[in-house]
């Protein structure tokens, strides 16, 4: 089924993007209109600079929440990947189909369901761009029994967004079948080497197991890490820790992928790291002063800094210069 959304508005070879994700491209350093690398506006960072926020739930308490959302997305110049029950899939499609520089639809699918390859199906042919949040999943995210939606993840090149670490308990005094121990951060490497057209990016950078997550970005180019959730605010005493956890930076144990970038790709091993935020509406704001503080701390380039905060989803995504 044709794809309005993706094909109209965001150019950067949408048909070829659909099944190689962007990353490769820009990897490879084939020449893509969307590509933050070397472009004038990666060269010259600027205050203006869009965010792309990996991170953003629907609320379905909220009766009004594409207005109250589109109101943040112009106060902070911010486009959200908008992860959406499966319920609510029409109405965030019209939405993101009315707004499509700020609104990416992204469905939110439960992985036990018994019709989930059908639900995946629907929201790939309504125009949806990936999945997430996986979450509160029944077995460990490397089951076999999951393979067949990884599948049509990596035959439609998408990203998909999982929860890693540490889970809430939403229930105290009933029984709940979540363990967090079934969503740690290396059963992300499996997934992204068997399924490797698949752009994976990890929920909260593996919390607390933060060591194993950048090692699997660092061997994995199509592993990336949002650090939302109670990591900056617990990391807030000690963020330049994050320099030993990212430690390649400038070295040579950078993986083969990443050696053959082309000269101009930005070295830092923080390049993995793309915001999310994850904190309703009202709490985007305080995520990104967040984020700010921990690049002071840890002393980010600026390039560094504009591609965590936009430009490497951008680059994914395929959204137009200036988006
Ligand atoms: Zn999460």
């Keep these: 089924m044709s794809n309005p959304l993706t094909r109209r508005n965001f150019l950067c070879n949408a048909g070829a ?27 010259s960072p600027g205050t203006t600079d869009r965010i792309v926020d990996m991170h953003v739930h629907f609320d379905e308490k909220n009766p009004n929440f594409i207005r109250d959302f589109l109101k943040v997305s112009e106060r902070l110049n911010l486009t959200a ?9 029409k109405l965030v499609a019209d939405a993101a189909k009315q707004h499509p520089t700020q609104i990416i639809p992204f469905g939110f699918v439960d992985l036990d369901a018994p019709d989930v390859v059908k639900q995946v199906e629907e929201l790939h042919a309504m125009g949806y761009r990936g999945l997430g949040e996986m979450e509160f999943v029944k077995r460990p995210y490397n089951d076999p029994s999951y393979f067949p939606v990884y599948e049509l993840a990596n035959r439609y090149g998408w990203i998909v967004l999982f929860h890693t670490g540490i889970v809430l308990r939403r229930k105290f005094d009933e029984p709940e079948d979540v363990a967090s121990g079934r969503m740690r951060p290396i059963y992300l490497e499996e997934i992204a080497r068997r399924f490797p057209k698949i752009t994976v990016l990890g929920a909260h950078c593996g919390n607390p197991e933060y060591e194993w997550a950048a ?3 660092r061997w994995n180019p199509n592993v990336f890490w949002d650090l939302s959730g109670s990591t900056l605010p617990k990391m807030q005493g000690r963020l330049a820790d994050f320099q030993k956890i990212f430690w390649w930076s ?8 990443w050696k053959a970038k082309k000269p101009d790709s930005d070295p830092s091993a923080f390049i993995k790291i793309v915001f ?8 985007i704001e305080s995520v990104v002063n967040q984020y700010h503080a921990f690049f002071e701390a840890c002393g980010l380039p600026a390039h560094t800094r504009k591609m965590i905060m936009g430009g490497t989803l951008a680059q994914m995504l395929g959204l137009p210069d200036g988006h």
């Design 17 to 43: 993007a659909a099944v190689i994700p962007a990353w490769w491209d820009w990897l490879r350093g084939t020449p893509c209109n969307a590509s933050p690398l070397g472009d004038e506006a990666a060269a």
């Design 276 to 283: 999310g935020s994850d904190n309703g509406l009202d709490g």
């Design 81 to 89: 990947c908008l992860l959406t029950p499966f319920a609510n899939r």
């Design 215 to 217: 090692e699997i970005a």
């Design 250 to 257: 400038n070295t040579e144990w950078q993986s083969p992928e």
